[in-house]
């Protein structure tokens, strides 16, 4: 059974950091492109960020670039989404999820192509 657990949101503040986890279980890591998306109060599931399977490639959503750094530990069966420079509109629930890739270098963009997702983690910014 698949299973993908995000860890470390929480209630921060304006201009804080905070470093998300997700920890994947139960498949072949290393075959799979990993993504972020997130689900803004009232509003739909939206990409933030997406890696390869080898971590050389990433693309970003265009209002996070700079400020999101997404990456993944293949030995640990994690990836990790560092936020910066949080603002009140990165209030959401962040969800990860990994999609099946052929190539290595392959990323995923759109919530379709992931066949597994985690349960998710609220961050809620205060300004």
């Known amino acids: 059974q698949v299973q993908l657990v995000e860890s470390g949101g929480g209630l921060v503040q304006a201009g804080d950091s905070l470093r998300l986890s997700c920890a994947a279980a139960?498949?072949?890591?290393?075959?799979?492109?990993l993504g972020w998306f997130r689900q803004p109060p009232g509003k739909e599931r939206e990409f933030v960020a997406t890696?390869?399977?080898?971590?050389?490639?990433?693309k970003y959503e265009d209002s996070v670039e700079g400020r999101f750094t997404i990456t993944r530990d293949n030995d640990k069966n994690t990836t990790y989404l560092q936020i910066n420079s949080l603002k009140a509109e990165d209030t959401a629930v962040y969800y990860c999820?990994?999609?099946?890739?052929?190539?290595?270098?392959?990323?995923?963009?759109?919530?379709?192509?992931?066949?597994?997702w985690g349960q998710g983690t609220p961050v809620t910014v205060t300004s």
């Open positions: 139960g498949l072949r890591f290393s075959n799979y492109a």
């Open positions: 890696i390869s399977r080898n971590g050389r490639a990433s």
């Open positions: 999820a990994a999609a099946a890739q052929l190539f290595l270098s392959s990323i995923a963009l759109t919530p379709i192509a992931y066949q597994h």
